[in-house]
Nanobody, 122 residues
């Protein structure tokens, strides 16, 4: 069983920055472990934000965050990060970390964290 715990969410003004972390525990991760970030705003469906391969050599972003958000990982710490810059009001959502065999917006993710709230104010 895998546990994913997100942290780093909070309240920030538009134009500001936040860094989310997703720490994994519970089993040894293999080279097929990809991670993704998703978000869900009130009244909306969950949407893909970013994903990264085990090596970090492949990354994927939603068009809405490209150029503003950066996903990275530290496998020694079993942790994935989402650096969010130039935040907009529409970035307000609960952000979820997920783990699966293949990275990408349409991939299957088998494990999910509990989510962390990000609120962007004007």
């Amino acid at each position: 069983q895998v546990q994913l715990v997100e942290s780093g969410g909070g309240l920030v003004q538009a134009g500001g920055s936040l860094r989310l972390s997703c720490a994994a525990s519970g089993r040894t991760f293999f080279r097929s472990d990809a991670r993704g970030w998703f978000r869900q705003a009130p009244g909306k469906e969950r949407e893909f934000v970013a994903a990264i391969s085990w090596s970090g050599g492949s990354t994927y972003y939603a068009d809405s965050v490209k150029g503003r958000f950066t996903i990275s990982r530290d496998n020694a710490k079993n942790t994935v990060y989402l650096q969010m810059n130039r935040l907009k009001l529409e970035d307000t959502a609960v952000y979820y970390c997920a783990a699966g065999p293949v990275p990408g917006p349409g991939s299957r993710y088998d494990y999910w964290g509990q989510g962390t709230q990000v609120t962007v104010s004007s």
